[in-house]
């Protein structure tokens, strides 16, 4: 067992309702207990979907358990069909149907419906949310793709512009809706036609005609990059590597469809809407300098998040992590370019533990580091799934292309402290107005950092447990910007502690000043 | 999926359906129990969808300090029993270092853990035993095979009888009242109860595990919602009595709820109708700025919480509106024999569920007013339906006198958003 105050991803069978309800004419019959509809609410509320989610559900109870629950699963079936009359259905059980053993493909089989039946084999124990989004996409696409009518190079020769597919986009995905018209937009200045995109509101007749386009464009490695692989061993149809998240990565990107296509890729460069990058450099953003930040997410997310941090804003990484053991390869690289070691768990505790022993000053991360930073008193920004109705908003807010760019820059940069405040909180401690408390701009109370061993809800790591302060050392910390605080602490205690300082005066903290730096 | 009429001894007609339900399990009432009992830790022992379940409903907000969480059984847990008892108790151990201030833990049931019979209750004495007396840890099951949505406070609440303290065989008459109330209900009901001159009055869940109320055969416990069925029973075994009443919404189930405890209780009538004739006139007065806006509109209620009947009811009664189907997941006769005595006779009422019929039903009647569940609201919303969202009525004050125009604008807002809108 594992405790878990936050799960990063829902179990693999919301996974597949995410490739089910992004996609018009399937329908998902899950064998599963009472009560797991609640999972319609992540698609009407969270989403805010106006359809219900085109899911069929066995919800069997205990007095079901003594009788014939495999019949249920089967008039289920049958009902669904009749009712919905889909193109494909999908066939699956959740983690309690599961243990009762159904097996939902034999049975589908048994009832010889006159449509595609996809029998999905989701292991709940072992697997999680997009894993099972994964592994659905491929499975449907795998029994839906015919093998296009020409062969790749008659393709190309017959037609004036090359196509694309767009993999990757579900229901329920952060930022889905708007990465998918940002980067359509890119592609067709380009010269290039988009041919299919699936799952989003691809129908079963439109995944049968992937294999015709030239390439594949990946936005979700977690979601597309099984079937893209599959696509190219298949049908030699090459995929694209960049994720266009930051302007640096959507200008590689651009390059990379480019050649891809055979053609120059200036015209969709130049017309772009870029203004981050001025932002990023004009002198307002200078106090942005190295200010320290603890990145987590799922892996696309994490690892474009960390290098616009440090690439693009001007960040200092002190710590990147992710959920996704899937590419945790891909993040500890990421990682170690950044001179950190990579977080790869599921468990948000450590996480916690990571963020509370770092003292970073931003955190990007999920709907879970915002608790998280909540607790600490440190500033956060979302990247990443999961994440709350908050984000899905109602206005164009992509993460991907240039102006992906410019959202992630007021994004990040709002949590903040503002230069001005800043500097006159280094000034003037004793304000009555604008002292320990959050930004002035935020106008809300954070739970205040920790600031001595003996109080506040930050345990000091063991380590550091022997540490003393003299109260005048104590005090002189307290003069310390609230942002900065508990690194200087962290700091001030390791300089001690390398050097067998039993009490921390006001010497220690000034040495340990000079020698650390900022 | 079969449905049929059922003809029943209160002379109305019940149809009792079977299939796909678009409901909560019992889990979900751990995110308003989290609030009410401010020192108790729900772990629920189940699966990744029994957290995500969880943190889809009350993650939205953003908790420094979160007071439930999950132990995720894993496919070592599956494979023996032996094992999972051992990694309870490390989960267990690990959970209260962290949460020294946690003085009652409650081991939450779900269906992975009930289908693999996973023994909880054991579970809980032995951990009970170790950590005692700083923390008692208790069991009930919130599975969604065995519970529906507000039957997990049910399960809750009668997991808590067995260790109420015993009111011994001289103890003076009390009353208890029963079902997690908003603390301001709780409040006013404390404050009109010690003006009938009822003084030994607790309420039942309390605020506080060290608050627990005492019971014996001097309790009588007056029902304050209507899904107890398991801790009324509870509370039968421990001798208590039940005062039996409609449940107190609106102006009129509020003063026959009180009267019911004022009788019982050998409050003068005389004193009964002066502590009690201001609120109710003060509640008819409030109700009353709603009734233009509801008096003769249709509505079809879908079932969620076994709170539709008593809604129905007050509904039909002081509002003037027009019954098409109150649909329940659960109807218990005894309980709510007052209640349907109240109902208008020709209501047509249906227990459980077949989602696609039901909503085959509701859009032929066409209501004026749906009120469902937020799996259903916004399609509704987008076929063109007014809709109401049901989980609403139990995350809002609405019982007693005070909330009474509270709990009817409820029902009018939505129908006042839709006139407001213009695009």
Redesign the interface.
């Known amino acids: 067992m594992q405790l878990t105050v936050w799960t990063y991803e829902g179990p693999p069978h919301v996974g597949a309702m995410r490739i089910a309800t992004a996609m018009r004419g399937v329908h998902y019959v899950l064998h599963a207990p009472q009560g797991d509809t609640y999972a319609d609410l992540l698609f009407t509320m969270i989403e805010r979907r106006d359809r219900r989610p085109p899911v069929t559900y066995t919800t069997f109870q205990a007095r079901d358990l003594g009788g014939d629950t495999a019949g249920l699963l089967q008039t289920a079936m049958r009902e669904a069909y009749a009712r919905f009359a889909p193109e494909a259905m999908l066939v699956g059980a959740s983690c309690t149907a599961e243990l009762i053993q159904d097996d939902p493909a034999g049975l589908a089989q048994a009832l010889d419906l006159p449509i595609p039946v996809v029998p999905l084999e989701l292991p709940s124990y072992q697997r999680k949310e997009n894993w099972g989004a994964s592994e659905t996409l491929y499975r449907i696409v795998r029994a839906l793709a015919h093998p296009p009518r020409e062969s790749p190079p008659n393709r190309r020769t017959k037609r004036a512009r090359s196509v694309c597919n767009l993999l990757g986009p579900t229901a329920l995905g952060f930022r889905h809706r708007d990465d998918l018209a940002e980067v359509t937009r890119l592609i067709v200045e380009l010269g290039i036609d988009i041919g299919i995109v699936a799952p989003w509101d691809a129908t079963p007749a439109d995944l049968s005609r992937l294999p015709e386009a030239d390439f594949n464009v990946v936005l979700y490695p977690e979601i597309a990059l099984t079937t893209a692989q599959w696509l190219q061993r298949q049908f030699n149809q090459p995929y694209t590597r960049t994720v266009p998240i930051g302007a640096v990565a959507t200008r590689q990107f651009v390059d990379e469809v480019a050649q891809l296509a055979g053609i120059d890729p200036a015209r969709a460069l130049a017309g772009a809407e870029q203004r981050s990058s001025w932002y990023a450099r004009s002198v307002d953003s200078t106090y942005l300098t190295d200010k320290r930040v603890f990145v987590f997410g799922d892996a696309t997310h994490a690892i474009a998040a960390a290098r616009i941090a440090a690439n693009e804003l001007g960040f200092k990484v002190v710590g990147l992590g992710s959920y996704s053991r899937e590419f945790a390869r891909d993040v500890r690289e990421a990682a170690a370019s950044y001179g950190v070691e990579a977080l790869i768990t599921e468990d948000y505790l450590e996480v916690e533990a990571r963020v509370s022993e770092l003292q970073p000053e931003l955190v990007l991360g999920t709907q879970m580091e915002r608790h998280i930073a909540k607790r600490l008193g440190i500033p956060c920004a979302v990247i990443s799934a999961p994440s709350h109705v908050q984000d899905f908003p109602a206005r164009y807010s992509p993460q991907m292309g240039f102006e992906g760019a410019n959202v992630i820059f007021d994004t990040w940069v709002h949590p903040l402290m503002m230069g001005l405040e800043e500097h006159l909180l280094g000034m003037f401690r004793e304000d009555a107005e604008f002292n320990d408390t959050a930004p002035s701009h935020l106008g809300s109370q954070p739970t205040p950092i920790a600031d001595s061993p003996t109080h506040g809800p930050i345990a000091l790591p063991p380590a550091f447990a022997g540490s003393t302060w003299t109260a005048e050392a104590e005090q002189e910390l307290h003069k310390i910007p609230f942002f900065v605080r508990g690194k200087a602490r962290r700091n001030t205690e390791r300089f001690a502690q390398e050097r067998n300082v039993g009490l921390i005066t006001l010497e220690t903290l000034y040495d340990a000043k000079a020698h650390f730096g900022r | 999926?079969n449905t049929r009429l059922q003809s029943c001894s209160a002379g109305d007609n019940v149809l009792r359906e079977r299939g796909?339900?678009?409901?909560?399990?019992?889990?979900?009432g751990i995110v308003w129990l989290h609030r009410k009992i401010q020192d108790a830790f729900f772990l629920v022992?189940g699966?990744?969808?029994c957290?995500?379940?969880i943190?889809?409903?009350a993650?939205?907000m953003?908790?420094?300090?979160?007071r439930f969480?999950?132990?995720?059984?894993?496919?070592r847990?599956?494979a023996g029993l032996v094992d999972?008892n051992d990694?309870?108790d490390?989960?267990v151990a690990?959970?209260l270092a962290?949460r020294p201030d946690i003085k009652l833990l409650f081991l939450v049931g779900s269906?992975?853990s009930?289908?693999?019979k996973l023994d909880l209750s054991r579970a809980a004495l032995r951990l009970s035993r170790q950590f005692s007396p700083a923390v008692r840890v208790l069991n009930y099951s919130g599975?969604?095979?065995?519970t529906?949505f507000t039957q997990g406070e049910d399960a809750c609440l009668a997991s808590l009888v067995p260790v109420l303290p015993e009111a011994g065989p001289k103890a003076p008459s009390s009353l208890l009242i029963v079902g997690a109330l908003a603390d301001v209900v709780e409040d006013q009901f404390r404050r009109l109860f010690a003006a009938l001159g009822i003084s030994l009055v607790s309420f039942l869940p309390p605020r506080r595990s060290t608050e627990l109320p005492t019971v014996g055969p001097s309790t009588h416990y007056l029902l304050a919602q209507p899904f107890l069925h398991e801790t009324a029973h509870a509370l039968e075994q421990r001798g208590c009595k039940r005062i039996v009443a409609p449940f107190p919404l609106g102006s009129e189930g509020t003063t026959v709820w009180l009267r019911a405890a004022a009788i019982q209780f050998s409050v003068d009538g005389a004193h009964f109708n002066a502590v009690t004739t201001p609120l109710r006139e003060r509640a008819d007065r409030a109700i009353g700025r709603y009734r233009p806006q509801l008096t003769g509109k249709r509505i079809f209620l879908f079932p969620d919480s076994q709170i539709e009947i008593p809604l129905a009811r007050f509904l039909a009664r002081e509002l003037g509106v027009d019954l098409v189907e109150i649909g329940t997941p659960y109807l218990h006769r005894e309980h709510l024999a007052a209640e349907l005595a109240l109902l208008p006779p020709e209501a047509r009422l249906s227990e459980g569920q077949d989602v696609?019929r039901q909503l085959d039903r509701c859009r032929q009647a066409a209501p004026d007013l749906v009120v469902c569940?937020?799996?259903?609201?916004?399609?509704l919303?987008?076929e063109g339906f007014a809709t109401k969202w049901s989980i609403e009525l139990i995350f809002t004050p609405i019982q007693g006198y005070e909330q009474a125009g509270d709990l009817a604008e409820l029902f009018a807002r939505p129908l006042v958003r839709r006139a407001r809108l213009v695009a």
């Open positions: 999926m796909q339900r678009e409901v909560f399990c019992g889990l979900t022992v699966s990744r969808t957290a995500h379940l943190q889809s409903a993650g939205v953003i908790f420094a300090e979160p969480a999950t132990a995720i059984m894993e496919e847990d599956l999972a990694e309870l490390r989960i690990q959970l962290r269906c992975p009930e289908v693999i599975s969604g095979i065995e529906t696609e569940g937020l799996g259903l609201a916004n399609p919303e987008a």
